[in-house]
């Protein structure tokens, strides 16, 4: 007889909670060698589960489950030992790597998308330094720049280069605190340079026949996928910042209760907030949406996300949306190649700019902590713009 599921217990800051949130990493490390693999993962999940609850967020958590944490551990059923091809990468490097992730949680916040990104850089960095025979100790910036340039051979851009060689300085930094080294090898090494492209916009012509042909389906997908068209473009948050909002995110007006308020506080980046405005259109394509939002809950559960999904999330995936989108771009006879639902993130800000929006105020609604980043849309307007006078221009149209 199968034993009867328990339901989960609130998280209660226990003597070994506290005790597991003080050690440092090097003294876990120290500690996990003379315990049991078993009992050393359930260690490990549970300061992971600690540390998911200290995080701020924007509702109300609940006691996470063990499926819900991020694959940070190995998959190898050999605790702490990865094989890459024939060589094995050393169980004190997957220690290592494992408090450098868990300082990550604590002190930055960093998602579970940006956590699988310094995992995979690592652990190709991981393979080339066993596969090199080197100590992570005492490898000197050559080793560094020899990976770099096996990364190019590999065929790889140059933005992944400098995201590779930002990661590995990260790394570093954190042995460098830990103790374990006393340089940063990756200072020594060159950036890679890197051709910064314009990002692709749609014309405001093309956005509006998009969002014309989605409220013209009338079917609960059709209502959903408005609702999700009007959002994003008309705030230019992120995808993963769209497909993640829940129904806490919606706000009532204090004046009027049965309206929702014209705006929404998202996290996006780093964990910070913002306030993101909206306009009319969209709140009707939202109201609209919400009175057909239980069609899309799965039957016996109750869900808090906005736009719920029965995928492994609980809500609809960014690829999803994305595939979405493309079907829609087929639809309306634009090329699918040239738009993503980051392109609609692009077209609202570079639209706003041609409208004489300042700069400043573009940066606060994308969430961009370096005005430079928010730069690269003057760019693209300035582009169109020397097209409308060569195109118009009297001078310009004349034949030499």
Request: charged share 20%.
């Amino acid at each position: 007889m199968k034993r009867p599921l328990r339901k989960p217990q609130p998280l209660r800051l226990t003597l070994l909670h506290r005790l597991l949130l003080k050690l440092r990493p090097l003294q876990r490390l120290r500690l996990s060698m003379r315990l049991p693999p078993r009992l050393l993962l359930k260690l490990r999940l549970l300061r992971l589960r600690l540390l998911m609850h200290l995080l701020p967020r924007p509702q109300k958590l609940r006691p996470l489950q063990k499926h819900r944490l991020p694959r940070l551990l190995p998959s190898s059923r050999t605790f702490g030992v990865i094989m890459t091809n024939t060589h094995a990468i050393s169980p004190l490097w997957v220690g290592w790597r494992e408090s450098f992730l868990e300082m990550l949680i604590a002190t930055r916040g960093a998602s579970f998308a940006t956590l699988s990104s310094y995992r995979s850089d690592l652990d190709d960095f991981f393979s080339f330094a066993a596969h090199q025979k080197l100590a992570m100790e005492t490898l000197s910036h050559h080793a560094i720049t020899e990976y770099l340039a096996s990364l190019t051979q590999r065929g790889m851009a140059a933005s992944t280069l400098a995201r590779r060689r930002s990661a590995l300085s990260q790394w570093f930094k954190f042995l460098i605190n830990e103790k374990i080294r006393t340089d940063n090898p990756v200072l020594l090494t060159s950036s890679p340079r890197r051709t910064r492209h314009l990002p692709n916009v749609l014309s405001k012509a093309e956005v509006a026949a998009l969002v014309q042909l989605a409220h013209a389906d009338g079917s609960a997908e059709g209502v959903r996928l408005c609702a999700l068209m009007e959002l994003i473009y008309a705030s230019g948050m992120r995808v993963s910042e769209l497909v993640t909002l829940t129904m806490a995110h919606i706000q009532r007006n204090p004046k009027k209760r049965s309206e929702i308020a014209p705006y929404f506080m998202v996290r996006g980046k780093g964990s910070k907030d913002r306030i993101v405005p909206l306009h009319a259109s969209a709140l009707a394509a939202l109201e609209r949406y919400l009175s057909l939002r239980e069609q899309f809950i799965p039957s016996h559960r109750d869900s808090h996300w906005l736009f719920p999904s029965s995928g492994k999330t609980g809500h609809l995936t960014r690829q999803r949306f994305g595939q979405m989108l493309k079907q829609l771009c087929l639809d309306a006879n634009i090329d699918p190649a040239r738009c993503s639902p980051h392109t609609l993130r692009h077209s609202f800000a570079t639209h706003l700019l041609e409208g004489g929006a300042d700069l400043r105020v573009i940066q606060e609604l994308l969430g961009h902590v370096d005005i430079g980043t928010t730069q690269i849309y003057t760019h693209v307007a300035n582009t169109r713009l020397q097209k409308t006078v060569a195109k118009h221009h009297p001078l310009a149209r004349k034949k030499r």
